[in-house]
T-cell receptor, first 112, second 117 residues
């Protein structure tokens, strides 16, 4: 089944403890993105990648890192999480630049 | 910078009736793509409809259709014969064309649609 998977789905952590949220797609898509969703703010793009080893900042990249070493994987790294990074995170992928995005199921992150 | 505005935080519609969700955007680009996504309580993001800015014809998908007014920078979603399963948060989104060299997506803040039985 064609899909985007994210792990973990739920995570509660403490301030400053490094964490990684994994994202993987099995559709051979070139383009991948990370978003965060907050009440009243909609979805905001954190980082995106247009190919292996090619990444760029979205609208809210501060406090996040990404890497794209393989086409299928696009992990989101929080080196030193803070409470303002408590949010619902979505990974998404797209075949072409102009195609629709396929979204993962979301990761609910709480930073205490 | 591009912006997307959804001015209706919440809307209600009676089952089987028609409802229109509003979306306006601001851009200096001439070529771009517009989307409507649905997010039910399961939180899954589901594509509803997609519109290419260079196409004058409004996109339709079964009971869902858009009214795309390029000059007015307006992109509203019409849901006909509303069903209980249409209850969800709806997001309008903007994407630059491939000629821009970026892959940025700009989302609106969403409209929560309630369907009344």
């Amino acid at each position: 089944e064609a899909q985007v998977t994210q792990n973990p789905r739920y995570l509660i952590t403490v301030t400053g403890k490094k964490l990684t949220v994994t994202c993987s797609q099995n559709m051979n898509h070139e383009y991948m993105s990370w978003y965060r969703q907050d009440p009243g703010l909609g979805l905001r793009q954190i980082y995106y990648s247009m190919n292996v080893e090619v990444t760029d900042k979205g609208d809210v990249p501060e406090g996040y890192k990404v890497s794209r070493k393989e086409k299928r994987n696009f992990p989101l790294i929080l080196e030193s999480p803070s409470p303002n990074q408590t949010s619902l995170y979505f990974c998404a992928s797209s075949l072409y630049l102009t195609s629709r995005e396929f979204f993962g199921p979301g990761t609910r992150l709480t930073v205490l | 910078a591009q912006t997307v505005t959804q001015s209706q935080p919440e809307m209600s519609v009676q089952e089987a009736e028609t409802v229109t969700l509003s979306c306006t955007y601001d851009t200096s680009e001439s070529d771009y793509y517009l989307f409507w996504y649905k997010q039910p309580p399961s939180r899954q993001m589901i594509l509803v409809i997609r519109q290419e800015a260079y196409k004058q014809q409004n996109a339709t998908e079964n009971r869902f259709s858009v009214n795309f007014q390029k000059a007015a920078k307006s992109f509203s979603l019409k849901i006909s014969d509303s069903q209980l399963g249409d209850a969800a948060m709806y997001f309008c989104a903007y994407r630059s064309s491939s000629t821009s060299g970026t892959y940025k997506y700009i989302f609106g803040t969403g409209t929560r649609l309630k369907v009344l039985a």
